[in-house]
């Protein structure tokens, strides 16, 4: 393909909903140059230095960097290899917004993948809020109660809180 191609090819995918990533930036051929040539929603960082991110400066730099880049593009992020409190914690200050690792849950087969959502689908959902707005907390709390009445909701104000609550509370 030509970039032009698949330039064309990916705006039809987003078009018809799909979300578009760049896995692993930082690393390998991710270029900076991609992020103009082609229609992106999210980066995601690279395992390699949200690990370091807590006690390598130059690593630490660099995910700052990833991540206030892709947030004035108006991309979302995703931080492979999540697997503590001290990761996390280090990624909410600097505006990640998704994370992914040992810390959420562990590698699973597709059959365990398929039960744990039958489970899920049977009983109340259990969903987290972590937002430092009290006002936030409160109006989200309300758009999920009134779409699920059942849920338990619970709510924290800081990514420390909340990565004792995922731990004790489980949510969905």
Same mark, same amino acid.
């Given at each position: 393909?030509?970039?032009?191609?698949?330039?064309?090819?990916?705006? *039809?995918? &987003?078009?018809?909903?799909?979300?578009?990533?760049?896995?692993? +930036?930082?690393?390998?051929?991710?270029? +900076? &140059?991609?992020?103009? #040539? /082609?229609?992106?929603?999210?980066?995601?960082?690279?395992?390699?230095?949200?690990?370091?991110?807590?006690?390598? &400066?130059?690593?630490?730099?660099?995910?700052?960097?990833?991540?206030?880049?892709?947030?004035? !593009?108006?991309?979302?992020?995703?931080?492979?290899?999540?697997?503590?409190?001290?990761? /996390?914690?280090?990624?909410?200050? +600097?505006?990640?917004?998704?994370?992914?690792?040992?810390? /959420? *849950?562990?590698? *699973?087969?597709?059959?365990?993948?398929?039960?744990?959502?039958?489970?899920?689908?049977?009983?109340?959902?259990?969903? #987290?809020?972590?937002?430092?707005? &009290?006002?936030?907390?409160?109006?989200?709390?309300?758009?999920? !109660?009134?779409?699920?009445?059942?849920?338990?909701?619970?709510?924290?104000?800081?990514?420390?809180?909340?990565?004792?609550?995922?731990?004790?509370? *489980?949510?969905?």
């Amino acid at each position: 393909f030509e970039r032009g191609d698949q330039r064309a090819d990916l705006q *039809q995918l &987003r078009q018809r909903g799909v979300r578009i990533a760049i896995d692993d +930036f930082g690393t390998g051929y991710s270029s +900076f &140059r991609y992020l103009n #040539l /082609f229609p992106f929603d999210r980066l995601k960082v690279d395992r390699s230095f949200v690990q370091a991110a807590p006690t390598d &400066r130059a690593a630490a730099a660099v995910v700052e960097a990833i991540l206030a880049l892709a947030g004035r !593009l108006g991309m979302d992020t995703v931080a492979e290899g999540v697997e503590d409190a001290e990761h /996390f914690e280090f990624l909410g200050r +600097f505006g990640c917004t998704t994370a992914q690792g040992y810390l /959420f *849950q562990r590698p *699973q087969s597709a059959s365990e993948v398929v039960k744990h959502l039958r489970a899920a689908a049977e009983r109340p959902p259990r969903v #987290l809020i972590v937002d430092d707005s &009290r006002v936030s907390r409160l109006m989200l709390r309300s758009m999920i !109660l009134a779409r699920r009445p059942d849920a338990t909701v619970i709510e924290v104000a800081d990514a420390a809180t909340a990565v004792a609550a995922v731990a004790r509370e *489980q949510p969905d």
